[in-house]
Antibody
Framework: QVQLVESGGGVVQPGTSLRLSCAAS????????IHWVRQAPGKGLEWVAV????????YYADSVKGRFTISRDNSKNTMYLQMNSLRAEDTALYYC?????????????WGQGTLVTVSS | DIQMTQSPSSLSASVGDRVTITCRAS??????LAWYQQKPGKVPKVLIS???TLQSGVPSRFSGSGSGTDFTLTISSLQPEDVATYYC?????????FGQGTKVEIK
C-alpha cells in the first residue's frame, strides 16, 4: 500500500536550517507530483510547496519563497525540503502528500508528518 | 491568488442532522475543488474531488456540489464518527489553497 514517511524534524533556533525528507513506497514515485503541507499547532492546513513528477517544475507558497527549496531523487523514491532562515512562524507539523496523478491534482495520500519547532 | 473562505468556522449538530459547509472562492474556477476530513490527531483524508466526486470508501452520506465560486459539502445524516475538521482545497493551479477549516462537533 502507499506509504509516505517524513523525517528530519526537530527543535532548531531561528535563523538556522533543517532538511526534511519524505520517503515513498507502494506506488511508482516518479509518476506523481508531491507536495509539502504544514499545520501549525492548533491551526489549519497551509500548502507549502510542490515538485512535479520529473522534478523539473517547483512552486512555493509566498510565505516560504526564497527560504525553502524542494527537490526529489526518483532513484531513491525520496523528496526533500531544505528549509533555511527558519522563523518562529515556521513551527508546524510538516506533511508530504502525493497527488492522485501527475497533473496538478488533489492529494490522495498523506504521511504522518514530522514536527518542526523553531524556538530560541 | 484565489482565496478560499469556509463557513461556518465551527458548528455543533445532533446525530442524524443534515450538515452543510460552504466554501467560497475569491475568483471563479473550474471544479478543481476537493474536500478533506481531518479527525482529531489524525492525518487529513480526501472525501471528495472535482467538487462532487465521492472517493472510494467514503460513506454516501457525504456529498459535494457547486461550481464557479461557491461549493458545498453536505453530510446528510451526521454520525458520531464524523466529528472532525473539514477543509476545502483548490487544486490544479498554484497555490493549492486550503480553506481555514470547519470544525464539526456533536451536540
Amino acid at each position: 500500500q502507499v506509504q509516505l514517511v517524513e523525517s528530519g524534524g526537530g527543535v532548531v533556533q531561528p535563523g538556522t536550517s533543517l532538511r526534511l525528507s519524505c520517503a515513498a513506497s507502494g506506488f511508482t514515485f516518479s509518476n506523481h507530483g508531491i507536495h509539502w503541507v504544514r499545520q501549525a499547532p492548533g491551526k489549519g492546513l497551509e500548502w507549502v510547496a510542490v515538485i512535479s513528477y520529473d522534478g523539473k517544475t517547483k512552486y512555493y507558497a509566498d510565505s516560504v519563497k526564497g527560504r525553502f527549496t524542494i527537490s526529489r531523487d526518483n532513484s531513491k523514491n525520496t523528496m526533500y525540503l531544505q528549509m533555511n532562515s527558519l522563523r518562529a512562524e515556521d513551527t508546524a507539523l510538516y506533511y508530504c502528500a502525493k497527488e492522485w496523478t501527475n497533473a496538478d491534482d488533489y492529494f490522495d495520500s498523506w504521511g504522518q508528518g514530522t514536527l518542526v519547532t523553531v524556538s530560541s | 491568488d484565489i482565496q478560499m473562505t469556509q463557513s461556518p468556522s465551527s458548528l455543533s449538530a445532533s446525530v442524524g442532522d443534515r450538515v452543510t459547509i460552504t466554501c467560497r472562492a475569491s475568483q471563479g474556477f473550474k471544479n478543481y475543488l476537493a474536500w478533506y476530513q481531518q479527525k482529531p490527531g489524525k492525518v487529513p483524508k480526501v472525501l471528495i474531488s472535482a467538487a462532487s466526486t465521492l472517493q472510494s470508501g467514503v460513506p454516501s452520506r457525504f456529498s459535494g456540489s457547486g461550481s464557479g465560486t461557491d461549493f458545498t459539502l453536505t453530510i446528510s445524516s451526521l454520525q458520531p464518527e464524523d466529528v472532525a475538521t473539514y477543509y476545502c482545497q483548490k487544486y490544479n493551479s498554484v497555490p493549492w489553497t486550503f480553506g481555514q477549516g470547519t470544525k464539526v462537533e456533536i451536540k
